[in-house]
């Protein structure tokens, strides 16, 4: 999918000014400000925000409780150059909560020969647990490669592993925390567009031993191919998530009107019930269209994962389904100065289907 021309730019963003909650017009900038600068005084890096989430789920590991994930999606490194600043100030804000886990949802060029601005990016993350998945923007469909090799694909794929992330293709990948083993899935970002058979046989191939609390999915409607009560949270971006909808771009009302009809969870905004599985959709960080993000700036998801309290029915740990009827948006931020337990993982991935 093309980005609006340059040259329609002006009269977008003015008009999409006029949407926004600033009631004074912006002072005018140097040319090589970005754009979101011009309109808001304050760079993307600058509105970079932390959004927490706390889920219970059955069967977790008693090591895993209380395990603190960061997600980060959408670099869209290419589209806008003020997208490899906040790339880069997410991870950093990402590393600084001291998360046990890191996993990146995606969508890391969008346009161009951004690898070395990518390796860049990806640098803190060397030498701790993160895992990934790739997004649709990262490669192209089999349909459209016909048998050729994705040279794009491969090379973010490189780029990736070179920090030390282990990259999930339908697959799952192994994360040791207080002594106990758990597992997270990540899946293709094509999948929703694969037939019912080859969806089944996708989620068939990745094992269920064991517990699988959350599953990566690119794209939110990765959630309705997952087996029902599989995961405790389907983790998504793509959407953009914006309150001003811009024509072509992925939004959230479109998700909530086609692909999830029934809507969120009430009073939680990107929280749903999807088949008995939990799904949270992250905005991301990059600008995507317009270098933009009304009502949806840039953040890195906190996610937190813990057994159910005392009195809840508990299942083994081979037991797949999921409890979702606790997610809380709000996290009581702890102090994480010091670290009790240790986390390992591991690129001895699950294989599924390819």
């Known amino acids: 999918m093309r980005s609006l021309p340059r040259s329609l730019l002006p009269a977008v963003l003015a008009l999409i000014a006029g949407c926004g909650d600033r009631a004074e017009a912006p002072a005018r900038t140097a040319a090589t400000e970005p754009a979101g600068e011009t309109l808001?005084?304050?760079?993307?890096?600058?509105?970079?925000?932390?959004v927490p989430l706390e889920v219970e789920v059955q069967g977790l590991p008693a090591g895993w409780n209380g395990i603190r994930i960061a997600a980060i999606s959408d670099f869209q490194?290419?589209?806008?150059?003020?997208?490899?600043?906040?790339?880069?100030?997410?991870?950093?804000?990402?590393v600084s909560l001291r998360p046990d886990l890191i996993l990146l949802l995606g969508d890391y060029i969008a346009r161009g020969d951004q690898f070395e601005v990518l390796n860049r990016v990806l640098a803190p993350l060397r030498g701790r647990p993160v895992m990934a998945i790739l997004g649709?923007?990262?490669?192209?469909?089999?349909?459209?490669?016909q048998g050729?090799?994705?040279?794009?694909?491969?090379?973010?794929?490189?780029?990736?592993?070179?920090?030390?992330?282990?990259v999930l293709w339908n697959e799952r990948g192994r994360l040791v925390r207080g002594g106990d083993t758990a597992y997270i899935a990540g899946v293709e970002p094509y999948l929703a567009r694969r037939p019912p058979w080859?969806?089944?046989?996708?989620?068939?191939?990745?094992?269920?031993?064991?517990?699988?609390?959350?599953?990566?999915?690119?794209?939110?409607a990765g959630a309705l191919a997952a087996p029902d009560s599989s995961y405790g949270l389907v983790l998504s971006g793509h959407t953009f998530c914006g309150r001003i909808e811009v024509p072509g771009t992925p939004r959230?009302?479109?998700v909530n009107t086609e692909v999830f009809p029934a809507g969120p969870i009430p009073g939680?905004?990107?929280?749903?019930?999807?088949?008995?599985?939990?799904?949270?959709?992250?905005?991301?960080?990059?600008?995507?269209?317009?270098?933009?993000?009304?009502?949806?700036?840039?953040e890195v998801a906190l996610v937190t994962l813990r057994r159910p309290v005392a009195g809840e029915p508990e299942q083994g740990p081979d037991t797949s389904s999921a409890s979702i009827d606790s997610l809380i948006q709000v996290y009581q931020r702890r102090d994480t100065t010091r670290?009790?337990?240790?986390?390992?993982?591991t690129s001895d991935t699950t294989r599924g289907g390819t």
């Open 148 to 166: 050729r090799p994705d040279s794009t694909a491969i090379r973010i794929v490189q780029t990736l592993k070179q920090n030390g992330v282990i």
């Open 268 to 298: 939680t905004g990107r929280l749903y019930r999807v088949k008995g599985n939990g799904l949270f959709i992250t905005c991301g960080v990059g600008y995507t269209f317009v270098p933009v993000r009304i009502g949806s700036p840039p």
């Open 198 to 220: 080859r969806q089944a046989e996708i989620f068939a191939s990745i094992p269920r031993t064991g517990a699988t609390p959350i599953l990566m999915s690119h794209m939110p």
């Open 40 to 50: 808001y005084g304050a760079t993307g890096a600058e509105n970079l925000r932390v």
């Open 252 to 254: 959230l009302s479109w």
């Open 339 to 345: 670290r009790a337990d240790t986390t390992a993982a």
């Open 77 to 94: 490194l290419g589209l806008w150059e003020d997208n490899g600043r906040v790339a880069g100030e997410a991870v950093r804000r990402a």
């Open 136 to 145: 649709d923007r990262d490669q192209m469909d089999e349909e459209e490669l």
